[in-house]
């Protein structure tokens, strides 16, 4: 049995580290939200949903974004017509936390790790913001196209890029680069 573990220890190093960092950020995350009312629109999500509005102004496009009156998500309006909600899994948190814990499991410097961290963490944000902006732009041109947007096409593009930026950390910056 102690052949096995040394044998395979720096795979049980990385999924303990990578379980216990993703369990820690998940649970600082549920807390966080757990200070909301259920039918209110926690304060990321906001701030989400305010960003998107920026950039759709930016392009002039005519956008209202608001609160729904009785459900916890934002309304996203595009030329008049309600086109998609932004609800609390909308704002790509599950996604920088997946993302941080891989990076942390394959650390090696504390300073590459967090510039690493940081931009990586930024680039998605960013990202996240694009891709819910021309979700309502394409949602408004094609309706029927749900599906195809919301449910294969975006998510693959925003767990590709994560999982680009993963091979780029672990080739360029971790501790097994080489």
Not at 22 to 35: A, C, E, F, P, W
Not at 92 to 105: D, N, R
């Amino acid at each position: 049995m102690k052949k096995y573990l040394v044998q395979f220890k720096p795979f049980l190093i990385f999924i303990g580290t990578f379980f216990a960092t993703y369990i820690l950020l998940t649970l600082i995350y549920k807390s966080y939200l757990n200070h909301f009312e259920s039918d209110d629109v926690d304060e990321i999500t906001r701030i989400v949903g305010y960003n998107v509005d920026l950039l759709l102004h930016a392009f002039n496009s005519d956008v209202f974004i608001q609160k729904s009156v009785s459900n916890p998500w934002l309304e996203v309006w595009y030329n008049n017509d309600y086109v998609i909600r932004i609800v609390e899994g909308c704002n790509a948190v599950s996604v920088i936390i997946l993302f941080i814990s891989f990076v942390i499991a394959f650390s090696r410097k504390f300073k590459t790790t967090f510039l690493f961290i940081l931009s990586g963490t930024l680039f998605i944000y960013i990202l996240n913001i694009v891709r819910i902006a021309l979700l309502a732009i394409l949602l408004f041109r094609y309706p029927e196209k749900v599906h195809l947007f919301h449910g294969v096409l975006f998510p693959l593009m925003i767990y590709g890029v994560v999982f680009a930026l993963w091979v780029f950390w672990v080739n360029k910056f971790s501790k097994y680069a080489k």
